[in-house]
């Protein structure tokens, strides 16, 4: 079964420090997986996409993310946090023998403090 | 450029009321699939049309019925509703044989079932 662990629910971090935010996933074909970031009452953003082309990722905003096949794990890192980073983070995996549908995890809220 | 279109954005009923939700995906887009996400949750995969013909199905209740039209919108029929289904619906578009088969968010459509 395909699934997506996010291993924080929530990330509190001092703007101008790094973040990161954790995901492994589980799966038994060659996944595609994303992060989507969603800000309050609004919709879903995509900020970066893992699809075997690189293991890194670079995103939107300054986001990054690595593909580790042997830790089955897709992190989220910045450098650096910006105020305007505070959102809800979602790690999904797609993968082509479920007719792509995207399964999220459950969620990462990332609070971020002057 | 064009995003995926969804109306109402937002809808108040009553219990044991119907509501349908509509969805226009991005032009040439030939794949729809409809997410529901409760409050605080992580979005759920809910059901997904490929050329106007159900492709997946996933934890959408019997008393839901969706269905892909020739000009590619969706609509999503809600029936009996209860205070569980107030939740944000979200719309996705995809275009066969693209990167992955990426998927496009809409704006979502609040819920609430009074």
């Known amino acids: 079964a395909q699934s997506v662990t996010q291993l924080d629910s929530h990330v509190s971090v001092s703007e101008g420090t790094p973040v990161l935010l954790r995901c492994n996933y589980s799966?038994?074909?060659?996944?595609?997986l994303f992060w989507y970031v969603q800000h309050p009452n609004k919709g879903l953003q995509l900020l970066l996409k893992y699809t075997s082309a690189a293991t890194l990722v670079k995103g939107i905003n300054g986001f990054e993310a690595e593909f580790k096949k042997s830790e089955t794990s897709f992190h989220l890192t910045k450098p650096s946090a910006h105020m305007s980073d505070a959102a809800e983070y979602f790690c999904?995996?797609?993968?082509?023998?479920?007719?792509?549908?995207?399964?999220f995890g459950a969620g990462t809220r990332l609070a971020v403090h002057p | 450029a064009a995003g995926v279109i969804q109306s109402p954005r937002h809808l108040i009923k009553e219990k044991r009321e119907t509501a349908t939700l509509k969805c226009y995906p991005i032009p040439r887009h030939d794949t729809v699939y409809w997410y529901q996400q409760g409050p605080g949750q992580d979005p759920q995969f809910l059901i997904s049309?490929?050329?106007?013909?159900?492709?997946d199905k996933g934890s959408i209740p019997d008393r839901f019925s969706a269905q892909q039209f020739s000009d590619y919108h969706s609509e999503l029929n809600m029936s009996s509703l209860e205070l569980g289904d107030s939740a944000l619906y979200f719309c996705?578009?995809?275009?066969?044989?693209?990167?992955?088969?990426?998927?496009?968010f809409g704006p979502g459509t609040r819920l609430t079932v009074l």
């Open positions: 996705a578009s995809s275009q066969t044989g693209q990167s992955y088969n990426e998927q496009f």
């Open positions: 049309f490929y050329e106007k013909m159900q492709s």
């Open positions: 799966s038994s074909y060659s996944p595609s």
């Open positions: 999904v995996v797609s993968f082509s023998g479920g007719y792509n549908k995207l399964i």
